[in-house]
């Protein structure tokens, strides 16, 4: 075979032997290893046609084959002439540099919507064709500037020659690929930070001494993002396994933050019998486990494997969680509640469970749309306490 159906046949190797119990970037470091002799170029070429294939979601699934979907798939997502389709498919590659929406055309696809089958799902305020269409398209890579050192970064983009647009005074885009940390190698001029989830801050109206509470911290993006605004609060991060914990706090040396207090804790277990009982918050954060399905666009193969009775599932554990953590919120205090969710019973349905029975009222705040401009969807709203 020539190399072009080498790539193919491995391609769909992949795709039927992959279940969705890993992240693929991981199987596919698994199925590269046992495939030594592949070099660096195969392994690139092989590894975004599988890509491309999941970002077809459930576009034309059942009426073609699954090679025939590989070359769609790179079709509908590539813009520059492709030496695969010429191969396989010269008069679709001979169209490659057409927009998405007339490519499907072009293909006889007149609903987008296909990609996606969980429509009915989605929150108030999501175009619905303009999110399916982002799937052809790889997000990009976002930073936020820190320490004013937004010039600085400018400069060192501009010397390695990296195409970037600076999307306001702290965010600037970048091409998914390129290598951050080799550009800027102090780690406390930057944080890696979708545009979306950099939004979230403006939720984030902190007083100096004010008490604040991380209870889903994660790895600290949004801490940071809180204690950049205002350095002067008094913060603590929890989350529920040590591991966790710990990568905050090596993200949190890096980025030069001392002053915190971190703890382990299971927010699903009743908060008025754990180690912070005592304690009351003026504002608390919840970034809350969810389906993740406004990232999908980052990790296309989770669309093919996601079952839709989960969204219920993370619903009834978000709403557990958001009813725990409120106990230990102040009166006229706030709860921030975040999602990277596109799913309605986990953003606005939550907000009114809790407004119907935690005594919380929605402020402002709602569904952040990142398919405009290649990023995540998220939904972050502030609710104050009565």
Same mark, same amino acid.
């Given at each position: 075979?020539? $190399?072009?159906?080498?790539?193919?046949?491995?391609?769909?190797?992949?795709?039927?032997?992959? #279940?969705?119990?890993?992240?693929?970037?991981?199987?596919?470091?698994?199925?590269?290893?046992?495939?030594?002799?592949?070099?660096?170029?195969?392994?690139?070429?092989?590894?975004?046609?599988?890509?491309?294939?999941?970002?077809?979601?459930?576009?034309?699934?059942?009426?073609?084959?699954?090679?025939?979907?590989?070359?769609?798939?790179?079709?509908?997502?590539?813009?520059?002439?492709?030496?695969?389709?010429?191969?396989?498919?010269?008069?679709?590659?001979?169209?490659?540099?057409?927009?998405?929406?007339?490519?499907?055309?072009?293909?006889?696809?007149?609903?987008?919507?296909?990609?996606?089958?969980?429509?009915?799902?989605?929150?108030?305020?999501?175009?619905?064709?303009?999110?399916? $269409?982002?799937?052809?398209?790889?997000?990009?890579?976002?930073?936020? !500037? $820190?320490?004013?050192?937004?010039?600085?970064?400018?400069?060192?983009?501009?010397?390695?020659?990296?195409?970037?647009?600076?999307?306001?005074?702290?965010?600037?885009?970048?091409?998914?690929?390129?290598?951050?940390?080799?550009?800027? !190698? #102090?780690?406390?001029?930057?944080?890696?930070?979708?545009?979306?989830?950099?939004?979230?801050?403006?939720?984030?109206?902190?007083?100096?001494?004010?008490?604040?509470?991380?209870?889903?911290?994660?790895?600290?993006?949004?801490?940071?993002?809180?204690?950049?605004?205002?350095?002067?609060?008094?913060?603590?991060?929890?989350?529920?396994?040590?591991?966790?914990?710990?990568?905050?706090?090596?993200?949190?040396?890096?980025?030069?933050?001392?002053?915190?207090?971190?703890?382990?804790? #299971?927010?699903?277990?009743?908060?008025?019998?754990?180690?912070?009982?005592?304690?009351?918050?003026?504002?608390?954060?919840?970034?809350?486990?969810?389906?993740?399905?406004?990232?999908?666009?980052?990790?296309?193969?989770?669309?093919?494997?996601?079952?839709?009775?989960?969204?219920?599932?993370?619903?009834?554990?978000?709403?557990?969680?958001?009813?725990?953590?409120?106990?230990?919120?102040?009166? /006229?205090?706030?709860?921030?509640?975040?999602?990277?969710?596109?799913?309605?019973?986990?953003?606005?349905?939550?907000?009114?469970?809790?407004?119907?029975?935690?005594?919380?009222?929605?402020?402002? /705040?709602?569904?952040?749309?990142?398919?405009?401009?290649?990023?995540?969807?998220?939904?972050?709203?502030?609710?104050?306490?009565?």
């Amino acid at each position: 075979m020539i $190399r072009w159906e080498n790539y193919l046949a491995a391609a769909e190797k992949i795709i039927v032997a992959y #279940d969705g119990s890993l992240p693929l970037h991981h199987f596919l470091k698994g199925f590269f290893k046992e495939h030594p002799y592949m070099g660096s170029r195969d392994r690139r070429q092989i590894s975004q046609l599988v890509y491309q294939y999941y970002r077809m979601g459930y576009l034309l699934k059942g009426a073609k084959s699954t090679s025939e979907r590989i070359l769609l798939g790179a079709f509908l997502c590539e813009q520059e002439g492709n030496e695969l389709l010429r191969h396989f498919h010269p008069e679709l590659n001979e169209k490659i540099t057409l927009p998405v929406e007339a490519k499907l055309s072009l293909l006889g696809i007149n609903d987008v919507t296909q990609v996606f089958p969980y429509i009915q799902e989605l929150s108030a305020g999501i175009d619905i064709e303009a999110f399916c $269409r982002s799937f052809f398209v790889q997000p990009q890579l976002f930073i936020r !500037t $820190r320490n004013n050192k937004r010039f600085s970064i400018v400069r060192l983009l501009e010397k390695a020659e990296v195409t970037f647009e600076v999307l306001d005074e702290d965010t600037i885009a970048l091409p998914n690929s390129t290598k951050i940390d080799a550009i800027i !190698t #102090d780690k406390s001029w930057y944080e890696i930070q979708d545009a979306s989830s950099q939004k979230v801050g403006a939720l984030f109206n902190a007083q100096p001494g004010e008490l604040w509470w991380d209870s889903c911290a994660a790895s600290g993006g949004k801490s940071i993002l809180l204690l950049d605004k205002q350095p002067a609060v008094k913060l603590l991060v929890s989350d529920v396994r040590a591991s966790i914990i710990q990568n905050l706090h090596q993200r949190f040396k890096e980025a030069g933050i001392r002053h915190y207090e971190s703890v382990v804790m #299971d927010l699903t277990a009743p908060v008025l019998l754990s180690v912070i009982k005592e304690r009351r918050f003026d504002h608390i954060i919840l970034d809350a486990p969810c389906s993740g399905s406004g990232t999908w666009g980052r990790t296309p193969e989770s669309l093919s494997f996601f079952n839709e009775k989960q969204i219920t599932e993370y619903q009834q554990l978000q709403q557990k969680i958001a009813s725990n953590v409120v106990q230990l919120l102040k009166p /006229g205090g706030t709860l921030t509640y975040i999602t990277c969710s596109v799913f309605k019973k986990e953003n606005e349905d939550v907000v009114t469970f809790l407004e119907e029975g935690s005594g919380l009222e929605q402020q402002e /705040g709602g569904v952040i749309t990142g398919y405009g401009q290649r990023a995540d969807s998220m939904f972050a709203v502030k609710m104050i306490k009565k």
